[in-house]
């Protein structure tokens, strides 16, 4: 109940195309949802999140939609660049004593935008 | 400028050896975190600390020690225990422990066998 599944494992994209990467979670006591951007040999870089209490949020060309009836979320990059070519990884967090302060990652999306 | 600083990058272990990597962090942030993670999989919490002088384990902790005698510093050992140490670990710190608190991340330290 504490997974967070994240697809697909890996994604090329056409440059000035859509990104889209999707997140599924089971855990409903999970109330924050945030996207990390990693690039190699560097750490990840909070990129977006949202709060279960709205349905989308979007942040210049990142736009993050969010299901919770579906208990799914995905991030989508529009006007894909080569230079979001990079690991994308989804999490989860909420309130609750096993739920403090931890973050449940996805297993990773490698985007790769082809010029 | 403020931010989570790990060293060393890369670090090499011998067997039965046991290693120590650093983190710091300027951000006054009271809490810490210790991810590992493997190719083609997310990042697996090790140990966090919600504030000096406590920790508690996190999911994958048999192997790894910790301790937070400073609010800035949170280093890990890596004992001869673990038995696969080969991975890129990452330190992050957040303002709080609760929930939905952003984690930021250091840029990791390589560890390999020798």
């Known amino acids: 109940q504490q997974q967070v599944k994240q697809s697909p494992q890996s994604l090329i994209v056409q440059k000035g195309g859509i990104s889209i990467i999707n997140c599924a979670y089971e855990?409903?006591?999970?109330?924050?949802f945030p996207w990390y951007q990693q690039f190699p040999g560097k750490g990840p870089a909070l990129l977006i999140a949202?709060?279960?209490?709205?349905s989308e949020k979007k942040e210049g060309r990142f736009t993050i939609s969010f299901n919770k009836s579906a208990k799914q979320f995905s991030l989508h990059i529009m006007d894909s660049q080569p230079g979001d070519s990079a690991t994308y990884f989804c999490?989860?967090?909420?309130?609750?004593?096993?739920?403090?302060?931890?973050?449940?990652f996805g297993q990773g999306t490698t985007l790769q935008v082809k010029p | 400028d403020g931010g989570i600083t790990q060293s060393p990058k890369y670090l090499f272990r011998k067997e039965g050896q046991n290693v120590t990597l650093s983190c710091e962090q300027n951000?006054?942030?009271?809490?810490m975190y210790w991810y590992r993670q493997d190719p083609g999989q997310g990042l697996r919490l090790i140990y966090y600390?919600?504030?000096?002088?406590?920790?508690q384990k996190g999911d994958i902790a048999e192997g790894y020690s910790v301790s937070r005698e400073k609010k800035e510093s949170f280093p890990l050992t890596v004992t001869s225990a673990q038995k696969n140490p080969t991975a890129f670990y990452l330190c992050?710190?957040?303002?709080?422990?609760?929930?939905?608190?952003?984690?930021?991340f250091g840029d990791g330290t390589r560890l390999s066998i020798l």
């Open positions: 951000l006054n942030h009271d809490a």
């Open positions: 855990n409903t006591a999970f109330d924050y």
């Open positions: 949202i709060r279960p209490d709205v």
């Open positions: 600390s919600q504030i000096v002088n406590d920790f």
């Open positions: 992050a710190s957040s303002l709080g422990a609760g929930g939905n608190q952003p984690q930021h």
């Open positions: 999490a989860a967090s909420g309130h609750g004593s096993s739920n403090t302060g931890k973050l449940i």
